[in-house]
């Protein structure tokens, strides 16, 4: 289960990929522009205010994020829905999803299928965490690989989920697109007042742990968090009265079908 106000806790921070990635997209007048994983929906209806003359939609596999983002006062359609099922529409000139295809195995062959199926000269647009091999994403590999977590934990945390830029760069042109892919590292200054809780684990409850915080009863989940927050704590050390929190995301902007030649 998603948490809304957990995920919005650092929502300044979360929100900038997503501004970075739809300032790459150049489209003139879409006809109907799609947020696959839209969350809360905050975002997406930045999207109405970019394209007022396009149909907005917004989708996510959360009741909780829709049934926040159906509370916003703005023209977006909002539904719950699984982005593996979905399936664009003919007018369609723009799909974003961002921050959500991690979640998603096999995901490279969504993007081969939407690639096809959108119209000629769409845009499709999407970023995701490239921050696996980060400390903090080592650390609750560590802890969830110890004797008392492993057998539960184990099969719920992957490696690598996601591409590098050039993987995803080949796979779309591949798919005849035009491409424009990028890396970039934000470093997140994160208050951490004394007695607060240490803010890069706070973070990672609103995405990275929540599938741990489903998967353990409230004692185990109680002293997971202790155990990943000593860890944490050790690699991210407070200075100053805030913590310095790398975060690196990897981006992708493509375009389709006959405009291909046209770089994005």
């Known amino acids: 289960m998603w948490d809304p106000t957990t995920y919005l806790r650092y929502g300044d921070q979360r929100s900038r990929p997503f501004h970075d990635?739809?300032?790459?997209?150049?489209?003139?007048?879409?006809?109907?522009?799609?947020?696959?994983?839209?969350?809360?929906?905050?975002?997406?209806?930045?999207?109405?205010?970019?394209?007022?003359a396009a149909r907005i939609a917004g989708l996510d596999s959360s009741a909780e994020m829709i049934g926040r983002a159906t509370a916003l006062d703005t023209p977006v359609d909002f539904a719950v829905g699984d982005v593996r099922a979905w399936r664009p529409e003919p007018d369609v000139d723009v799909l974003v999803c961002n921050a959500v295809l991690q979640w998603v195995p096999g995901h490279e062959e969504l993007l081969t299928r939407w690639a096809a199926e959108l119209p000629a000269g769409a845009w499709l647009a999407f970023q995701v965490p490239g921050n696996f091999a980060a400390p903090s994403h080592r650390a609750l590999r560590a802890v969830a690989r110890r004797d008392r977590w492993a057998t539960t934990l184990g099969p719920l945390l992957r490696e690598a989920?996601?591409?590098?830029?050039?993987?995803?760069?080949?796979?779309?042109?591949?798919?005849?697109?035009?491409?424009?892919?990028?890396?970039?590292?934000?470093?997140?200054l994160l208050p951490a007042p004394d007695g607060a809780e240490h803010p890069v684990l706070s973070w990672m409850e609103g995405t990275a742990l929540r599938p741990v915080r489903a998967a353990l009863d409230a004692a185990g989940w109680s002293d997971f968090r202790a155990e990943l927050g000593v860890?944490?704590?050790?690699?991210?050390?407070?200075?100053?009265?805030?913590?310095?929190?790398?975060?690196?995301?990897?981006?992708v902007v493509a375009r389709t079908g006959a405009h291909a030649e046209e770089k994005p």
């Open 161 to 188: 989920p996601v591409g590098d830029p050039a993987d995803y760069a080949a796979l779309l042109t591949g798919a005849g697109c035009a491409v424009d892919a990028w890396e970039t590292t934000y470093l997140h």
């Open 231 to 251: 860890r944490l704590a050790e690699d991210y050390p407070v200075r100053q009265g805030q913590v310095y929190f790398p975060f690196r995301r990897i981006f």
């Open 21 to 52: 990635l739809v300032a790459r997209v150049v489209a003139d007048r879409p006809r109907a522009v799609v947020d696959l994983g839209c969350g809360p929906g905050t975002l997406t209806a930045t999207l109405a205010d970019r394209w007022p």
